[in-house]
Nanobody
Framework: VQLQASGGGLVQAGGSLRLSCAAS????????MGWFRQAPGKEREFVAS?????SYADSVQGRFTISRDNAKSTVYLQMNSLKAEDTAVYYC??????????????????WGQGTQVTVSS
């Protein structure tokens, strides 16, 4: 499975961005899709995941929305009310839809190349 993330950029605090991640080479509907982020000097952290339901990190709950379009093999991350602390490289990832522990990077088998999100305060 190959994942291609896009949609990052520079935005002012309070603004919005929509990330996309297009998948190819596998049966998209068989995968749990997740978004992670990594800020400079920090560990990669869970942001959101989606199967038949969604899960969010506490830090983004109510501001970010993950969705998927199985027909387009694409997962999205709508990010609203962005804060300076949301600045990071955002990665999409795919893992088995049947595995537990969606917040752990090790549970995902495939990763996109990352897209930079910078929020200016």
């Amino acid at each position: 499975v190959q994942l291609q993330a896009s949609g990052g950029g520079l935005v002012q605090a309070g603004g919005s961005l929509r990330l996309s991640c297009a998948a190819s080479g596998g049966i998209f509907g068989n995968y749990r899709m997740g978004w992670f982020r990594q800020a400079p000097g920090k560990e990669r952290e869970f942001v959101a995941s989606i199967t038949w339901s969604t899960s969010y990190a506490d830090s983004v709950q109510g501001r970010f929305t993950i969705s998927r379009d199985n027909a387009k093999s694409t997962v999205y991350l709508q990010m609203n009310s962005l804060k300076a602390e949301d600045t990071a490289v955002y990665y999409c990832a795919a893992g088995s839809i049947y595995s537990a522990g969606s917040i752990y990077p090790a549970k995902y088998d495939y990763w996109g190349q990352g897209t930079q999100v910078t929020v200016s305060s």
